[in-house]
């Protein structure tokens, strides 16, 4: 049979995949080459313009052997590579190679998490790795009940179903497990639930509230980047409840962490329920130096957390943590080809309550893959190197006196700006930078001014390269 008409997982998948990564490796190596740095220079309208040209006809008569190469490389060449130590715009890591090596597996076998008989070793893989990190982020928290014999969830027969344990859902990121964090509250307390959120909050949340039906959001000021438990006390004491309070441990323009012990404290206070959007600082768990700021963390209800930002993993790798595993039945839901009531009573698992989604990825796999090969040192000693680097971006920017810093990063996000240029010049040396293809940075507006912003999530980069990317603005900036 054909290389490419083999199948991944059959008899010769093994040996066509060989051959068929090798052309996959070359072919992005050379579209690295090609592109030669962080980002393909010329802007959207010559990226667009050599894409058609590699293309041409999407749908021909007559199939060509060389489209894998072709393709490859050109998506390579027009690729914003986040391996690069200049691009640091956004939350978007470049993967480890261990990590990405078993999402290559799962693409081999195609498992569907929406059935035990389509994913065996998968589901419970995936209740390994949840139930894990689940009870990594609520470490401490007294259960209910003691569990006996073994792992129960939501989708596996319980012999006493008033057992409280933590559990996390696997999803595609934070706008997802912000969305099921919602769902969630609505399902316990009613569609009358009103979120409060910060002003710093994510622009998914008060989405999640308009795309359920919830009441209007109440947004509560956060003058200094973070969320304000004075002016919190005030919103929560004025409104009639319920209330679903969602506090951010890592914001998404600075990466501040709002006070969570004192936000903790108030939700107790009035009898709020607390969401926390942890999708950025919540990997701070695995850092023996880091993980006291996430101090309250344990208290919320819910935790959004994503480790395809500071996890390293390849998209997509979120999760939803959940305090009292209870709340997740709220998910059940019955279609007879997928989970039927006998097959449910003769211990078939039920996976159908563990997503919205029908067909999904093993996304777990890369996960556990990660966190067996890495441990906590290993994930540790990563956050604490990037935590580092930030610190030392930031040094380099408030000794150099053509820059303004923000302030000290909480995390790996750095903002800064050449000192008296205007917003607009600001803006336009991003955009120049993005065009010449030198340097990938973001932006972000706090106390009433644009900022450059460097998310820094790369591992290999290094000080020089800190150095280099401050002469390039600077190069850049007009005068």
């Keep these: ?53 590699a293309v041409g006809d999407v749908l021909p008569d007559e199939g060509d052997p060389e489209a894998l190469r072709v393709l490859v490389q050109a998506v390579a ?23 990405t ?11 569907s998490m929406d059935s035990w008989d389509q994913a065996p070793a998968a589901s419970e893989l995936e209740e390994l790795v949840t139930r894990a990190l689940a009870n990594e982020v609520y470490a401490g928290v007294p259960r209910g009940e003691a569990e006996s014999g073994g792992a129960i969830g939501p989708h596996r027969p319980a012999a006493n179903t008033a057992q409280n344990h933590p559990d996390a859902l696997v999803t595609t ?10 769902l969630l509250a609505r399902e316990t307390h009613g569609p009358s639930v009103r979120l409060v959120v910060g002003a710093n909050a994510h622009h998914t949340l008060p989405r999640a509230a308009w795309l359920l039906g919830l009441p209007d959001p109440v947004v509560v000021p956060a003058p200094a980047g973070t969320l304000d438990p004075a002016t919190l006390d005030q919103a929560l004491t004025a409104l009639p409840g319920p209330i679903l309070v969602a506090a951010t441990a890592g914001t998404t323009d600075a990466g501040l962490i709002d006070p969570l012990p004192d936000i903790a404290a108030l939700c107790r206070t009035h009898g709020a329920r607390l969401h926390i ?62 989970n039927a009531a006998d ?38 000693t990563l956050i ?9 971006f930031a040094a380099l920017v ?66 020089s390269d800190l150095a280099g990317l401050l002469k390039l603005v600077e190069g850049t900036t007009p005068r």
Aim: glycine fraction near 8%; proline fraction near 7%.
């Design 1 to 53: 049979m054909s290389t490419l008409l083999a199948l991944a997982s059959g008899p010769e998948g093994r040996h066509a995949l060989r051959r068929l990564l090798d052309t996959v490796l070359d072919a992005l190596h050379a579209g690295e080459r090609a592109r030669g740095g962080p980002l393909p220079a010329g802007g959207p309208e010559a990226v667009a313009a050599r894409v058609r040209d």
């Design 77 to 99: 060449e027009g690729a914003a590579d986040p391996a690069h130590p200049l691009c640091a715009a956004h939350l978007h890591c470049p993967p480890l190679a261990v990590a």
């Design 101 to 111: 090596a078993a999402d290559l597996a799962v693409s081999a076998l195609n498992p």
């Design 173 to 182: 990121g934070g706008t997802e497990s912000n969305q099921l964090a919602l």
């Design 277 to 338: 959007d942890a999708a950025y600082g919540g990997p701070l768990l695995f850092s023996h130096r880091h993980r006291a700021k996430l101090t309250g963390l344990a208290a919320a209800d819910t935790v959004t957390l994503d480790l395809h930002k500071l996890g390293w993993q390849p998209v997509p790798a979120g999760l939803l943590a959940v305090k009292d595993a209870r709340d997740l039945t709220a998910l059940h839901h019955h279609a007879d080809y997928l």
């Design 343 to 380: 097959d449910i009573e003769a211990g078939l698992p039920d996976l159908l309550g563990r997503s919205l989604r029908t067909t999904r990825r093993p996304d777990a796999l890369k996960i556990a893959v990660t966190l067996k090969t890495l441990g906590r040192t290993g994930l540790g």
């Design 384 to 392: 604490d190197h990037i935590c580092d680097r930030a610190r030392e």
């Design 398 to 463: 408030q000794e150099h006196p053509g820059y303004e810093l923000y302030d000290t990063p909480t995390i790996s996000t750095v903002l800064f700006r050449p000192t008296a240029a205007t917003d607009d010049a600001v803006a336009a040396v991003r955009r120049r930078l993005l065009t010449d293809g030198r340097a990938v940075l973001g932006r972000a507006r706090l106390d009433g001014r644009l900022w450059l912003k460097a998310t820094l999530l790369n591992p290999a980069t290094r000080p």
